[in-house]
């Protein structure tokens, strides 16, 4: 019973330690998604080596984060207040008493660790220790662009034979359809953010986008001769602007 009590003490602090990294880091602009993993691989010392590690240890404060997640996956601190914690239920007297509030710690840690309301609470300490170690502007920006709801940042490929391809920014009128494009990486690796209407996409090049979701898969995958698809997303889109007007 000691063995299970303890192995499952170790997964939720490890829970615990990885959801406040991660709460630490979306608050630097990352993205939910992006900032679990790195926060995730900074505390197992798995070290993966992609583009968003590069854009993790990009600003001081990231360093700080996830040296500080290294620090605690390699230092074995998890694992030491574990040992610390399991130690009270060894000593004679009242063990099973003992033994049943380090379950219920352990229940209170797991849950904590899932917890949407305190990951919110989290994210308030975290934005206001941030802001007195760092001259960052740090915002949760999945939150400021509402990245949890139906709205998404994709990167859509322009393939021969895309909708895309072959045509002005300012000739696709994606903003009728909802679509907002962020920037361009071009096919020789040279990016373009916020680009202007006379810029001309080719087969090779990648837009970042903003948008509903249902939105930019359909766009990803419209054809070149598709005219309908892009009329029915810029009625879709009206509608969609009538109704939030409705509810303002």
Known sequence: MIGVVSFLLILAVSLLVIRIGAVALVMTGLSEDVARFQALSAFSAAGFTTAEAESVVGTPVRRRIISLLIWLGSAGIVSAISTLMLSFVEVEGARFERMMVLVAGVILLVLLARSQAFSRLLTSVIKRALGRYTSLDVRDYAS???????????????????????????????????????????????????????????????????????????????????????????????????????RA
């Open 144 to 246: 400021l662009l509402r990245l949890r709801g139906d709205y998404r940042i994709a990167e859509i490929d322009v393939e021969p034979g895309s909708w895309l391809a072959s045509r002005c920014l300012g000739d696709l009128d994606l903003a009728a359809e909802g679509v907002i494009v962020l920037g361009v990486t071009r096919g020789d690796g040279t990016y373009v953010g916020a680009p202007g209407a006379d810029l001309h996409l080719v087969p090779g090049d990648q837009l970042i986008v903003y948008g509903r979701s249902h939105r930019l898969i359909e766009l990803a995958e419209r054809d070149m001769t598709d005219e309908a698809a892009h009329q029915h997303a810029r009625e879709e889109h009206i509608r969609d602007l009538s109704r939030q007007e409705d």
